[in-house]
């Protein structure tokens, strides 16, 4: 087994955690020793962050896009409002997470602030990384807006707000560029 698909068995069985479910993929290759480190790694966060919002960075943090569809309603939404672009559902929303990772290296998001009312929560973040091909990295406030279902379990509705415009200009690219078509 690979250190990637342990990663993501790691990652998906922590989000599956927050239901008390197993988790929809690597299922059967879930073991008691992986969904040990996973309860570890998931108690060994900050208690003030909600944790579906540390799984949440988590999943942006990692490699494997899958981690963060899993973390949300089988008709859950993500909206990214700097580019414009919704996707819905656990595939569109992995290949959301996959396209972010082919055009950007290093892409991470840092966890400031969190706020909770009822089944929504608002987080302050840093979201950075370096657009390929751009001279240099970019590192720019954002907030999302994340609305969880009645279980407090998974994402119903995630909403990113960061200015493009700031991207570009950190990453030294002009305010028109548009990203390469794969």
Known sequence: MTSRTLRAMTVLTAAAALCGAAPTAYAAHTTPAT??????????ADRRVPRIVTAWARAWNGSEPRALGAL????G???DEAVAAT????KEISGWKARADSLIDNVHVTIRTTRSDGNRITVRSVYSGHLKGAPKPFA???TTVIDLDRHHCRIVSNKDHYSLAAVLA??????DWTPPTT
């Not at 949300?72 to 008709?75: E, I, L, M, P, R």
């Not at 996707?87 to 656990?90: A, D, N, P």
């Not at 950190?170 to 305010?175: D, W």
């Open 35 to 44: 969904a040990t480190a996973a309860a570890s790694s998931a108690q060994a």
């Open 72 to 75: 949300f309603t089988a008709d």
């Open 77 to 79: 939404t993500y909206t």
């Open 87 to 90: 996707f819905r559902g656990r």
């Open 140 to 142: 720019v406030p954002m």
């Open 170 to 175: 950190q990453s030294g690219l002009p305010a």
